[in-house]
């Protein structure tokens, strides 16, 4: 029997939130050697988006381990164990923080992880912040040819080294095509963000407004997708749950809300409406008509300026009156989006420069963009805010990483962030509206 050609590789992903675990978790195995063996440790950055039990199962990505930690924590893990590949699903501050950690943890030695890091979604505010931001990994994964046009000419245009800029593709695309009869019921489905639009009259008027909608086609299946449940918190901050403002209201009984994978909800949509959600990309991959929604405006603060050009923009009016969108294939292309097919083969550059990588003797230190010299009044906040200093070392006070915190430590913990989460989705909202009188 001959021997076999599959070699174990070790991965190790750090994730901030449920939604950056899930494109981290499946970019770590989209993006390794497919005669690769993969062996998933999964870290989660403690903080007040730090995923619930219930939000990680909802993902559905298996790890070897996974465990939650401090910066401090985790960077004194990765001075002692031994990892291939490192991917960083981390909000743009964290990232370069890590990547100032991991420079001082791996000092001297000759052999560390490629280190991959990149966007969970589509790229549609502080594009020249973020991406300088995570400068310095030997991959920065762009989720489609239009990113990775953009992430080359931001790099280059600071003078920093662009060759990181990887193309690849969102890593959760899939699932099954449209089928060309549709669904019986015809379903529609609202999928809902934490923080677009954010003012109560805004998100109020959506609700009211897919509530109509599902009077109008008492024959249609009207779902609510929402991302989590109220007291959790995801990549965004979301104040007015729409779970809260829905107990206002009398829905019909083809109304309801729906909680799990979008996958699985896709599975049954046959119009697909968001204000400019990552979901919409998901639905057009699968060839589902979808909306994004032109009533609030067309906006940079909405994102969904984003689907310019898409075919996809309308209103409610329209779509209650049985407009059904076409999406422009041209633009769909350019969005890493691949309806064409080609999905399967887009993360193999990604797999072809980790292989090299790997197989390199030695990799030169990180080096990020900013640097003591280069920001100095910027960098080191960043810094701080993990507990670092300036040269990336731990600042004295900050947790220890040799013992596991107590239990009286750990139920504070929960408490604390209980508390933080009440505050924004209870107290938040009512002094704000009070500074309004």
């Not at 992430?151 to 969102?170: C, K, Q």
């Not at 995801?234 to 083809?254: C, F, G, M, R, S």
Request: charge should be neutral; include cysteine.
């Amino acid at each position: 029997m001959p021997a076999s050609t599959t070699k174990s590789l070790r991965v190790a992903v750090l994730a901030d939130s449920d939604t950056r675990w899930k494109w981290g978790s499946l970019t770590a195995n989209r993006i390794s050697p497919t005669e690769s063996d993969i062996h998933l440790d999964g870290y989660l950055l403690r903080g007040r988006a730090t995923p619930t039990a219930r939000q990680l199962e909802e993902v559905g990505v298996r790890a070897d381990s996974l465990r939650e930690v401090t910066a401090v924590e985790f960077l004194r893990d990765m001075a002692k164990e031994q990892y291939d590949v490192l991917v960083l699903a981390l909000v743009g501050g964290a990232v370069q923080a890590m990547l100032h950690g991991l420079a001082r943890a791996w000092d001297g030695r000759t052999k560390r992880p490629v280190v991959v890091t990149g966007y969970v979604g589509v790229v549609y505010e502080k594009l020249a912040d973020g991406l300088l931001l995570r400068h310095g990994a030997d991959l920065v994964l762009a989720n489609s040819r239009q990113d990775a046009d953009r992430f080359r000419t931001v790099y280059e245009g600071v003078g920093a080294d662009a060759e990181s800029v990887t193309e690849v593709a969102l890593p959760f695309l899939g699932g099954t095509a449209y089928p060309a009869g549709g669904h019986d019921p015809y379903t529609v489905v609202f999928a809902a963000q934490p923080s677009v639009p954010e003012s109560r009259k805004d998100r109020t008027y959506l609700l009211n407004r897919l509530i109509q909608h599902a009077r109008l086609h008492p024959d249609r299946e009207v779902l609510l997708k929402l991302r989590s449940k109220p007291g959790e918190h995801t990549t965004h901050i979301e104040e007015l749950p729409y779970q809260k403002l829905v107990q206002k209201a009398d829905p019909p009984a083809n109304f309801r809300l729906v909680y799990g994978h979008m996958g699985e909800v896709l599975d049954r949509t046959d119009l697909l409406v968001t204000i400019s959600s990552t979901a919409a990309l998901e639905s057009l991959h699968r060839r589902i008509p979808t909306v994004v929604l032109s009533d609030l405006g067309v906006r940079e603060a909405l994102g969904n300026h984003h689907f310019v050009g898409s075919g996809c923009l309308a209103s409610w009016d329209q779509l209650d009156e049985g407009y059904r969108p076409v999406s422009d294939a041209a633009w769909v292309a350019r969005q890493g989006v691949a309806a064409d097919g080609s999905y399967e083969t887009a993360f193999d550059v990604a797999r072809f420069r980790i292989s090299e990588l790997l197989e390199a003797p030695g990799l030169p230190a990180l080096a990020p963009y900013y640097t003591p010299v280069t920001a100095s009044g910027y960098l080191p906040g960043i810094l701080a805010r993990h507990h670092l200093g300036p040269d990336g070392s731990p600042l004295p006070g900050a947790p220890a990483a040799d013992k596991e915190p107590s239990p009286v430590r750990q139920i504070v913990r929960r408490a604390a962030r209980g508390a933080y989460r009440h505050g924004v989705q209870r107290v938040a909202p009512v002094i704000r509206r009070m500074g309004e009188l």
